[in-house]
């Protein structure tokens, strides 16, 4: 049986491992915690460069999605033609207009 302040913290650690944090920092992110008020300053940076890391990731991987959904509409739409030249010369109006930019 975990206490509310226990269940707690196992959330951040989950939260911290999931944005891909090692275990190594997690472990002295709590020992900064142990610390008190005087490490507030260095808790608070680190969640700060978390943050940007995670943002930075998901803008990666919208990249990615993005150039995937252009592949899948490129497969669909030549698959549905029978052949790759139907999309391959197609001029960019005929591109979906979110799937432009991704044209290879």
């Known amino acids: 049986m975990f206490s509310d302040t226990e269940l707690a913290t196992l959330k951040v ?3 911290l491992k999931s944005s891909g ?3 190594r920092d997690i472990k002295e992110f709590l020992g900064w ?6 490490s507030i300053g ?3 940076e680190m969640f700060h460069r978390r943050l940007a890391e995670v943002e ?7 990249r990615t999605r993005n150039m995937l959904r252009y592949k899948c509409w490129y497969y669909d739409t030549a698959s549905e033609a029978g052949t790759e030249d139907a999309v391959r010369d197609l001029p960019d109006e005929a591109i979906p ?3 432009r930019d991704y044209r290879i």
């Open 97 to 99: 207009e979110d799937l």
């Open 33 to 38: 915690c142990q610390e008190g008020d005087p």
């Open 13 to 15: 650690i989950e939260c």
């Open 56 to 62: 930075a990731q998901i803008a990666g991987l919208e």
């Open 42 to 44: 260095k808790r608070r």
């Open 21 to 23: 944090m090692s275990i």
